[in-house]
C-alpha cells in the first residue's frame, strides 16, 4: 500500500512606495484590471479608517493572519498530513484549515506604468522555477536514503514488530519445541525480515515513479506495512497501472525466491520455517495488495482502467474509492466468519472467545484502514481537480512601493488612495527589498503610525519569496510550500513588480474550492 502527498504553504512581508509617481487619480482601480476585480464568494469588509485599508475597532483586538499556515494538503503529514495506503499523488487527508482572519478588501495588485523603473532585483523567479525545497519532515527513525529517498520507520512498527514476535513465537513452540526461550529471538528476526521484504515492495514504486520523474518524498514503514509518498500524479492510466502494479509484482518475485530457497532445506529446522513464513506472508501481501480497491495497489490499478475507459481521471477514483468502502465492509464482516470458519487453517475445535474478539479487532483495524484510505482518496481528487483555479494572478493583491524611511501613516494613506492592500519597500531605483507584514501593521497602535517607519515591519525578500504571476494550480503550491512566508512578491515575467500575493488569501481560495463540488 502506499500514499503520496503534498501541499503548499504562502507567506509576506510589505512594500514602501518609493518614486511611484501615482496621484490619487492614477490610482484609481482598472476595471480591465483583473487585480482589481473582486471574486464574488469572497467578502470584502471596507476599512474602519481612511487611512488604512484594514484599521482595528478601537478596544478591538485585530486578528492578524498567522505567518505559518499553510494551505495543505493536502498534506495531506499535512496533509495535506493524514497516512494514506496507498502510493500515488492522491495524499492522505485534507489540508489542515486553521481559522483565518476575515476575508480583507478585494485582491489587487499595482501594475508597473511608464516611468516606473524595476530594478534588476524585481526580474524576480521564472515561471516553473522553483526555489530550494525546505528541510525534508521526518516520520520516525531514518533507516536511510536508498536512491535518494528517505526511509522512516515509525514508533507504530515497534509495537507491531512486538505483535508479529509474540504471535509467531507461539506458532515456534508448536513446531519446534525445543528452542525454548530462543524461539523470540527467531520471531523477532521474521518480523525484521518480513518487513525488509514490505520495503522491498515499496521501493519497487519509488524506482517506478523516479523513472516517471514524479518526486518521492519519503518511505515510511508503519504499522499496517509501508507507504511510498509520491508527491504528483501520473500523468497517463498506463503509467498508473504500472506504478501500482509493480508493487504487488515484487512481493510475488520475492514469494518465489522464497519458495525456491526452501527446496534444499530441511523442513523442520529454523531456517526451513523462517523460508516458509516469509514465502506465505508476502504471498499474502501481493494477494491483498490486489484486492481492486482504494488505497490499495488494485484499487489504483482499478482506477488506471476505468480513468483509460473514460477518459477522467476522476472517474476512476470514484469508481475505486467506492469498490474500496465495499471492500471494507466485507473485510469487517468476513474476516472473522472466514477465521471462525478454518477457511485459514485453523482449528476451530481450538479457537476460544479471546480468538474471536482478536478476529474482530483486526478486522475493524483493516476495514478502517481502507475506509479511511478510499475517503482521502476522493478527497485529494476533488482537490486536484480545482487546484487550477488557484491562479497567482488573480489572487494578487494590489501593492504601493514606498521607501524604506517612509512612516507607517503616510504609507497606509498612499496605499488607501491608489485603492491597494499591500506595501512594497524598495530603494531609490524602485529595487523592491522587503514586504511590510500585515500582521505587523495590525499590531501597531493607530497613535504610534506617524512615528513608525515601514522598514521596522517588513521582512526582506529571498528568492524564494519572488513569484511569478503565471503560475497556478500545483506549481503554484509547490513554490510555495518550498518557501514558507505570509506574503510573496509576485512579478511578471518580465521582471516588474504585479503586486503581493497573501498566504492567507490563497488559503482561502483553497478551502473555497474544496468546499465545491465535483
Known sequence: MDVSGGSGQPRSDSPDPTEHRAGPTDARPDPADPRATTPTDQAEPTPETPETPQTPKPGETPKAPNPEHTPETPNPEHTPETPNPEHTPETAGTPGTAETPEPAPAPRADAPREGDRPGPAQSGMAKGQPPQRP????????????????????????????????????????????????????????????????????????????????????????????????????????????????????????????????????????????????????????????????????????????????????????????????????????????????????????????????????????????????????????????????????????????????????????????????LVVVDADGTPLSLVREAAIVGVPEHRRPWVAVSGLAQDLTDGMRVSAELAGEDLLDVLRATPATEYLVVEETGEIYGVLSAADVERAFVRAMARPS
Do not use: C
Not at 514490505?198 to 520523474?213: D, G, M, P, Q, Y
Not at 477522467?312 to 469498490?323: D, H, K, L
Open 135 to 422: 528541510k525534508e519532515p521526518g516520520g520516525g527513525l531514518l533507516m536511510g536514503r536508498p536512491f535518494g529517498v528517505p526511509v522512516y520507520v515509525a514508533p507504530s512498527w515497534f509495537l507491531v514488530a512486538a505483535l508479529i514476535t509474540w504471535v509467531f513465537g507461539g506458532q515456534l513452540d508448536r513446531v519446534l519445541p525445543e528452542l525454548g526461550a530462543a524461539r523470540y529471538l527467531v520471531s523477532l528476526f521474521f518480523a525484521i525480515a518480513f518487513y525488509a521484504s514490505v520495503l522491498v515492495h515499496e521501493l519497487a514504486h519509488t524506482v517506478a515513479a523516479i523513472r516517471f520523474k514524479l518526486p518521492v518524498r519519503r518511505i515510511q514503514l508503519q504499522f499496517f506495512g509501508g507507504v511510498s509518498e509520491i508527491e504528483k500524479e501520473a500523468e497517463t492510466p498506463g503509467r498508473e497501472f504500472v506504478l501500482a502494479f509493480v508493487g504487488p509484482l515484487l512481493s510475488l518475485v520475492l514469494s518465489g525466491l522464497f519458495y525456491l530457497a526452501m527446496q534444499p532445506v530441511e523442513p523442520g529446522t529454523v531456517p526451513g520455517v523462517l523460508l516458509a513464513g516469509l514465502m506465505v506472508s508476502n504471498l499474502i501481501v501481493a494477494a491483498f495488495n490486489l484486492l481492486p480497491g482504494l488505497p490499495l495497489d488494485g484499487g489504483r490499478m482499478l482506477r488506471a482502467v476505468v480513468w483509460k475507459i473514460t477518459g477522467r481521471p476522476m472517474s476512476g477514483t470514484v469508481a475505486a474509492a467506492w469498490v474500496g468502502r465495499a471492500l471494507a465492509v466485507s473485510v469487517l464482516i468476513g474476516l472473522p466468519l472466514l477465521n471462525h470458519w478454518g477457511a485459514f487453517g485453523g482449528n476451530t475445535a481450538d479457537s476460544s472467545g479471546m480468538d474471536a474478539v482478536t478476529d474482530a479487532l483486526l478486522a475493524a483495524i483493516l476495514a478502517a484502514i481502507i475506509w479511511t484510505g478510499a475517503g482521502n482518496s476522493l478527497r485529494m481528487a476533488r482537490l486536484r481537480e480545482h487546484l487550477p483555479e488557484l491562479r497567482a494572478r488573480a489572487l494578487t493583491r494590489r501593492a504601493v512601493p514606498v521607501e524604506t524611511d517612509t512612516p507607517l501613516s503616510e504609507a497606509l494613506r498612499r496605499a488607501n488612495a491608489a485603492g491597494a492592500r499591500a
